[in-house]
Every structure is written in C-alpha cells, then in structure tokens.
C-alpha cells in the first residue's frame, strides 16, 4: 500500500470518527428515555451521570477524527477506537438498563410525598407497568449515542489501516540494497596458466 492510499484510509478513518463523535455529543443533548403516566415526562442524557460520559467521549472522538484527517498516526486512530468503545459501551449499558435506573430514580422522587419508603414505591411502579398504567420507552437520543459509538470505532479501526507502522517503515528506508559481486572472469588466472616449476639438472650433467 502507498502513501496515498494510507492518507485515503486515514482520511475517511477520521471523518468517520468526526460524524462519530457528532452522534455522541448531541445525543447526550437529546431524550433518553420517555415515560408515560396519566402525562408524559422524557429523561435527558445530561439529567443521568452516564450522559456527561458519552458527552466527553463525542467530544474527544470529534477532536481526535479532525487531528487524523492531517496526518496518519497509528496512536490517534486507537484514541478513536477507545472512544468510540466508551461512548457507545455506555450507551448500551444504559439501554438495558434505563427501566432500573428511571424506576429508582422515580421511587426515590415519590416516595416521601406519600410517605412511603423507596421499594414499596418501586413495587407500585412495577405493579403500573404490567398493567399498561405507566409505559417507559427508549428515546431516540440512546440510539443516537450508541450509532455514534459504532461509527466513531468503525473510523478508529479504518485509521488503524492508513497509519502505517514507523518502526516498520523506518527498518525498510534504512536497508540498502547490497550490491551485486562481480567477478572477472577473463583476468581470473586459472590452473593451466601457472608458471613452470623449476626442474633439477639430471646427475650425470650435474657431474661433467
């Protein structure tokens, strides 16, 4: 893969990780949940605690998909990936659990004006949901949060894929390419070539 195609990766990475971000941020803005009771009431992401989670990680998942947008960087496209796990963890914890937590919170709001303790409120509340009197429906600023979730790690991990290793890349550019050994045949001297070896005189002219 070439430098353009990893800045092509890592582009798209953070604009998924921008519109991501988005999706978190102004869902923890919009109603959760919806409750129905003779009126009808909605939850806010920003009235829970867990709303100012996914609001942090909208807005850190936003920052982070603009800085990789200007360069490949394997660190910022797991940042992405992390905030897109959090923001979007919360927000389906919250969906499993948003009828608990509005019940409790409910119970513990009604019980002293009728002078009840917490669980016999929550037992009437419970007792009114089976028998149709109260409704509890998910909003659509939950899915907002959890869509956001998915698309800020989708970017993180098409990030993943146009950041190249720097380790990697450094190894390769350092390592030149060894030269070819060239070996001359023709001036090599061979074995015929080799100069006479010096022979003795025979005895009888060493003698005259």
Known sequence: MNHSEYSTRASIGGILAIIGGALLAVGSFLPWAEVSWGGTSVM???DDSYGYFTL???SFALVVGIVMR???KRELAVLAVLAGLVGGGVGLYEALTIRDSVLDAAAEQLAPSFELSTEQVRAALDQAIETGQLSLSISIGLYAVIAGGVVALVGGIVGLGGSP???????TSSVAPAAPAVTDVGNAPSASS????ATSPPADQAGA
């Open 44 to 46: 806010q992401g920003i």
């Open 165 to 171: 290793s720097e380790p990697a890349a450094a190894e």
């Open 56 to 58: 942090a990680a909208g």
């Open 194 to 197: 080799a100069p006479p070896t």
């Open 70 to 72: 200007r360069g490949a």
